[in-house]
T-cell receptor, first 111, second 115 residues
Framework: AQSVTQLGSHVSVSEGALVLLRCNYSSSVPPYLFWYVQYPNQGLQLLLKYTTGATLVKGINGFEAEFKKSETSFHLTKPSAHMSDAAEYFCAVSVKNDMRFGAGTRLTVKP | EAGVVQSPRYKIIEKKQPVAFWCNPISGHNTLYWYLQNLGQGPELLIRYENEEAVDDSQLPKDRFSAERLKGVDSTLKIQPAELGDSAVYLC?????????????FGPGTRLTVL
């Protein structure tokens, strides 16, 4: 079955710095890939998704991710971190409606 | 448009007691999911419904967990009896289900504490 590995359970950046959250996937068929964000005591909110076509995907709140098949990666980036970006981020891979989530990366933004 | 609604938001019970969670998906969404999220982990699928049919319940512990979606709209997830290890957040999500790339929309979850 497909799976996701998120490298780094905690990432800390300064406000205004680059955000890079790493995600690698495993799938025997072309996957659909997702990034979700979860704020405390809330459900998951979709940031962006890759299905087919352009490998650079832009999402909400200035986030983007690039699908790299050769590296089986789907890293999430944002050029300049904002305090409001502090949250838990989940990468997910879906095959035939079977979605598997990574363990999550907690992003801390320092002033 | 109202999002996915879940109730209660929090529940504290003693072990061996029964508990039930309720979910109302976004209007018109045919596919409904129940996920379990343990602390510090990502959500894990318990059961997926397409209309009133459970199409994937392979990860549902059927000895103590049950779920229903009788009219293909709202759904109830039940645990009887609850165990200490069931303490977690139970998330409900829905999607239109028209294509496999449809976005899943999540509710806020029910945080269960079993004492």
């Amino acid at each position: 079955a497909q799976s996701v590995t998120q490298l780094g359970s905690h990432v800390s950046v300064s406000e205004g710095a680059l955000v890079l959250l790493r995600c690698n996937y495993s799938s025997s068929v072309p996957p659909y890939l997702f990034w979700y964000v979860q704020y405390p005591n809330q459900g998951l909110q979709l940031l962006l998704k890759y299905t087919t076509g352009a490998t650079l995907v832009k999402g909400i709140n200035g986030f983007e991710a690039e699908f790299k098949k050769s590296e089986t990666s789907f890293h999430l980036t944002k050029p300049s971190a904002h305090m409001s970006d502090a949250a838990e981020y989940f990468c997910a891979v879906s095959v035939k409606n079977d979605m598997r989530f990574g363990a999550g990366t907690r992003l801390t933004v320092k002033p | 448009e109202a999002g996915v609604v879940q109730s209660p938001r929090y529940k504290i019970i003693e072990k061996k007691q029964p508990v039930a969670f309720w979910c109302n998906p976004i209007s018109g969404h045919n596919t409904l999911y129940w996920y379990l999220q343990n602390l510090g982990q990502g959500p894990e699928l318990l059961i997926r419904y397409e209309n009133e049919e459970a199409v994937d319940d392979s990860q549902l512990p059927k000895d103590r967990f049950s779920a229903e979606r009788l009219k293909g709209v709202d759904s109830t997830l039940k645990i009887q009896p609850a165990e200490l290890g069931d303490s977690a957040v139970y998330l409900c999500a829905s999607s239109s289900g028209e294509v496999v790339t449809d976005t899943q929309y999540f509710g806020p979850g029910t945080r269960l504490t079993v004492l």
